[in-house]
């Protein structure tokens, strides 16, 4: 069973800069992708950045131009670096990755790291 800790998580001013940590107990280059999603009280969880097994990055809406996703392979981690934060990129932020093999699809959720960006 794949195991994902994330970390980095803490309160930061508005217009701040933090990066979270996923470190991953499988080996990440056998993950078709993975990566960063989010929830916020009240509202659905939505994607924030994922990275293919090669070297594209999809990036939501919510943070596009503000937070870089990166990994290194050598370590099992990815990275989300995130710059002029807002008050509402308040939430919890889960690493996510996911493994397919022919029909069968597998995911796996870390247990989330709070971020809380304050005025």
């Known amino acids: 069973q794949v195991q994902l800790v994330e970390s980095g998580g803490g309160l930061v001013p508005a217009g701040g800069s933090l990066r979270l940590s996923c470190t991953s107990s499988?080996?990440?280059?056998?993950?078709?992708?993975i990566g960063w999603y989010r929830q916020a009280p009240g509202k659905q969880r939505e994607l924030v950045a994922t990275l293919t097994a090669g070297t594209d990055t999809n990036y939501g809406d919510s943070m596009k131009g503000r937070c870089t996703i990166s990994r290194d392979s050598d370590k099992n981690e990815v990275y989300l670096l995130m710059n002029s934060l807002k008050l509402e990129d308040t939430a919890v932020y889960y690493c996510n990755a996911e493994r397919r093999r022919g029909y069968s699809r597998f995911e796996y959720w870390g247990q989330g790291t709070q971020v809380t960006v304050s005025s």
């Open positions: 499988g080996n990440i280059a056998t993950f078709n992708t």
